[in-house]
């Protein structure tokens, strides 16, 4: 199938206007000259780089310990003593903190947003089913003690769902409400999966769901991208992943596996005198759980013929000693804590919720400025003797210059590539949508990733990019004959042309704090951001699509702006009457492959509505940057 679409470009310098995709937009405007550095006056610019990291502390009895201050904390970076600048204690929210708590705004109608406002801002708990690596038999109890710990659980902490099989799938997005989460739990949504079998050779088989649980992992972390706190995974799985063998260590964790969730870079303090910028340490703490519970010695099942083989007995221990091993070097990389041999999941689960809520967030200023890419190790101790710390051991000194200078290289290439190449298309032209029934057969597939991925009918919705959409539709219904041309820039497939169809408008205002822009030695901010708009009937077809491409170049004076205002870009869209259809609206930026997407069924667009999208989406982004102060 190969896709029509309307791929339109605009440039900005020094301001920000109503970017709307009209006709008049055929080609992208050769990039304006830069201002010229040495007409700048000069500037001291200085930068002080934070560190921040999460740390629990626990007693002999497992139970959080709270009071701490500073001066109870040492710590050290490559064995260099650091000074604390700042500890802030997290801790369970009570009733009566929840019920100070401001209740999450009500969008108008026909306004959509792919960020939802979660009431605890100290901690959020994912749950990950993997049925990827997890037998049916240990599924079923898996979701029947999932389902016990949630009928009984304490209202407060937003928990999400998750469920990897053949792919990642979002069971329900954060809640704190117990009866939302039972009813998800009990749902179809989450049952047992039956694997699809992945044919080929055992090489390819490993592959193929190594490339399965890493753009999983990475849908995840785009997901979680938007939320503030502490983010406490709770994986359940039933065999270590196979890019873990022997004695794994943190690093090797980190080689091996890359990290999905990754640190952020946040500019806390941006002026013409210097800035202050914390490197955040990744705030998802893995909690991987062997969801086998107990395990025996098989050969002394009563399935199991004959007396029981010595020999069998050590390969079997053996190959557990290594799961638990890399079960804890995966918790020890990300300051969790594992969980094996255990039948107690209901409780496994209560605990970490409890652990993962209360909790240190430390700050200081690493000594060592040598920013050179290496892994620095970090080590944490307390003055009161027998309690036990979690925490992520170490980071990667990365260069913030070279950085910017390799996401200003990535973003003008991905511009020219975005310029060439429709969403939905490969570089030679043809779809790299849905496979067509007559591929069913083939289970070995290539497992896209980034925004391809996250434009995907049903995907995991990013929050890297918070934005909302609002949507109003034309009362008009257009039908043409088969001897019409279509309407000019109406890209429907050709199959669709004599059916009648419905224009939606879809007004998108982003919130401009989750805009990468790359700032070079003359002060003007660069940024290009990438707009789709996407038609898929209920087979997960594309069926339309429309392309944007903003860049811009902007002074300190825009740039504030820039940042007040947000970004906003209306397309218009054509969507057959006639049949269930959903549009998935996307926004990528070019700049750090940063991703924002949200799916709406085309039936929910209220008609005759107009809705107020620029205020709803203003008064979203103000609660989400309160949630992150």
């Known amino acids: 199938m190969k896709l029509r679409f309307r791929n339109n470009a605009v440039r900005t310098l020094c301001a920000i206007a109503l970017l709307c995709a009209t006709p008049a937009w055929k080609a992208q405007e050769p990039a304006p000259t830069l201002q010229d550095p040495s007409q700048q006056p000069p500037t001291l610019s200085i930068t002080a780089r934070e560190v ?100 009984h659980m304490e209202p407060g902490t937003p928990i999400a769902i998750f469920q990897l099989d053949t792919q990642m799938r979002l069971i329900q997005g954060f809640s704190p409400d117990p009866q939302v989460l039972l009813e998800a739990a009990k749902s179809k949504r989450d049952m047992p999966s039956l694997r699809e079998p992945i044919r ?81 340490l990744s705030r998802v703490a893995v909690y991987p759980i062997d969801a086998r519970g107990l395990q025996t010695l098989p050969q002394y099942s009563a399935g199991v013929k004959g007396p029981p083989s010595m020999r069998a007995g050590m390969r079997f221990e053996g190959r557990q000693a290594f799961n638990d091993m890399n079960l804890d070097a995966i918790a020890e990389a990300t300051g969790g804590k594992a969980y094996y041999n255990t039948n107690g999941l209901k409780d496994i689960i209560a605990e970490i919720v409890n652990d993962g809520s209360n909790y240190y967030s430390v700050a200081y200023a690493t000594s060592n400025q040598n920013w050179d890419g290496q892994y620095r190790h970090i080590k944490v101790t307390l003055n009161r003797p027998g309690l036990k710390l979690q925490y992520r051991p170490g980071y990667y000194a990365i260069d913030r210059t070279k950085q910017e200078q ?112 790359t700032r070079t030695s003359d002060g003007v901010r660069h940024g290009a951001i990438q707009f789709v708009t996407a038609v898929y009937d209920q087979s997960g077809v594309i069926i339309n699509s429309l392309q944007t491409t903003a860049s811009f170049d902007l002074s300190d004076a825009h740039y504030r702006k820039f940042l007040n205002d947000g970004l906003p870009v209306q397309q218009e869209i054509a969507v057959p ?53």
């Open 52 to 151: 921040l990291l999460d740390v629990v502390v626990t007693d002999s009895s497992q139970h959080p310990v709270k009071g701490l201050k500073a001066s109870d904390f040492t710590v050290t970076e490559e064995g260099s003593a650091q000074q604390i600048r700042s500890l802030e204690e997290h801790h369970s929210m009570s009733p009566d903190d929840l019920a100070r708590l401001k209740a999450a705004q009500t969008l108008p109608p026909n306004t959509f947003t792919n960020f939802t406002p979660v009431v605890n801002t100290n901690a959020s708990t994912v749950i990950l089913l993997d049925a990827l690596d997890t037998h049916v038999e240990a599924q079923m109890y898996l979701r029947e003690q999932l389902v016990n710990y949630l009928k």
């Open 406 to 517: 390799r996401q200003l290289a990535s973003l003008q290439k991905r511009m020219a590539s975005a310029a060439k190449t429709p969403f939905g298309q490969d570089s030679s032209g043809a779809s790299n949508g849905p496979a067509a029934s007559g591929d069913a057969g083939a289970m070995i597939h290539q497992v896209k990733g980034g925004f391809d991925a996250s434009m995907q009918l049903g995907a995991v919705p990013p929050t890297e990019i918070i934005f909302t959409a609002l949507l109003a539709m034309d009362d008009k219904v257009v039908k043409l004959d088969k001897k019409t041309a279509l309407p000019k820039d109406n890209y429907l497939l050709p199959s669709y042309k004599d059916k009648p169809f419905r224009t939606y408008s879809v007004q998108i205002r982003t919130d401009a704090h989750t805009i990468h822009v």
């Open 577 to 629: 009457v006639k049949g269930n259809y959903f549009l998935r609206i996307g926004i990528h930026d070019l700049g750090n492959d940063h991703v924002g997407a949200l799916e709406i069924p085309v039936d929910e667009v209220r008609a005759g509505v107009a809705g107020h999208g620029g205020i709803a989406s203003r008064a979203m982004a103000d609660d989400r940057m309160a949630q992150n102060k």
């Open 200 to 280: 080929g050779s055992r090489e390819e088989y490993i592959r193929a769901k190594n490339e399965i649980l890493r753009a999983g992992l990475d849908m995840m972390g785009r997901y979680l991208a938007g939320f503030p706190g502490r983010k406490n995974l709770i994986w359940f799985t039933g065999q270590l992943p196979s890019w873990f063998s022997g004695d794994a260590t943190v690093t090797d964790v980190e080689k091996r596996a890359g990290n999905p969730f990754k640190d952020d870079f946040s500019v806390f303090d941006d002026n013409t005198a210097g800035f202050t910028d914390a490197l955040t």
